[in-house]
Nanobody, 126 residues
Framework: QVELVESGGGLVQAGGSLRLACVTS????????MGWFREPPGAEREFVAA????????YYSDSVKGRFTISRDNAKNTVWLQINTLKPEDTAVYYC???????????????????WGQGTHVIVSS
């Protein structure tokens, strides 16, 4: 079992920045690829970013590429999502998740993640 707890969300003006954190406990963090997903109001959960456990390769959705950065520190059992140049359309509940997969086509799919956090709210005002 892996427990994940997100933090760092909040209300921010468009153009601002946030840094989301996800602290894990339980099984060996370094054995899991980590992903961030988000669920906008009234919409389905969507892939945002992922970082593989094997080689540290990062993947991003087209909508966030260049603005979001995923990183991890295996010693701290933590993965971060740095969000810059926030837009109102970034408003969502952000979830981190852990997966045993490490390929792009797996890591963009919610079904390939085995453990999920409870989410942290990000609200971007225009």
């Amino acid at each position: 079992q892996v427990e994940l707890v997100e933090s760092g969300g909040g209300l921010v003006q468009a153009g601002g920045s946030l840094r989301l954190a996800c602290v894990t406990s339980g099984r060996t963090f370094s054995n899991f690829s980590m992903g961030w997903f988000r669920e906008p109001p009234g919409a389905e959960r969507e892939f945002v970013a992922a970082l593989t456990w094997r080689g540290g390769t990062a993947y991003y959705s087209d909508s966030v590429k260049g603005r979001f950065t995923i990183s991890r520190d295996n010693a701290k059992n933590t993965v971060w999502l740095q969000i810059n140049t926030l837009k109102p359309e970034d408003t969502a509940v952000y979830y981190c998740a852990a997966s045993r997969r490490d390929g792009y086509y797996d890591l963009v799919r919610t079904r390939e993640y085995h453990f999920w956090g409870q989410g942290t709210h990000v609200i971007v005002s225009s």
